[in-house]
């Protein structure tokens, strides 16, 4: 019984955890992991991926990306939170070679930091 059970909260009137908007779910019962990601997030999406067959252009859109064109690998950031614990909001639907999307992932920024 999902409203019994501790790994499900039910969302309340005038609920703000996380800082997010949940008039949208009140009444309903989310499992804990999709609690947590709507309070990150606001959304419950969960990272969608690129649908197969769907493309995007192999180039790098950080205008101070050093090789734009020349990566063996290019990231579609598709959601507005990655995995990583940086914000991506601003990023979502741009497309990142792999180096800039390890930095970013890495530092939460795409400049490159002085030695």
Same mark, same amino acid.
């Given at each position: 019984d999902p409203e019994a059970g501790s790994a499900f909260y039910k969302i309340e009137p005038g609920s703000s955890a996380g800082g997010q908007n949940w008039s949208e779910l009140e009444g309903k019962v989310l499992c804990i992991r999709c609690y947590r990601r709507y309070m990150r997030t606001g959304t419950l999406e969960n990272n969608p991926k690129p649908q197969? =067959?769907?493309t995007f252009d192999k180039r790098c859109t950080y205008l101070g990306c050093t090789r734009p064109e020349g990566a063996k690998k290019y990231?579609?950031?598709s959601s507005a939170y990655e995995t990583t614990g940086q914000?991506? &909001?601003h990023l979502? =639907? &741009?497309v990142l070679c792999k180096s800039c999307y390890n930095r970013f992932s890495k530092t939460g920024s795409l400049e490159k930091q002085p030695r």
């Open positions: 197969p =067959g769907q990231m579609l950031v914000d991506w &909001t979502q =639907g &741009t």
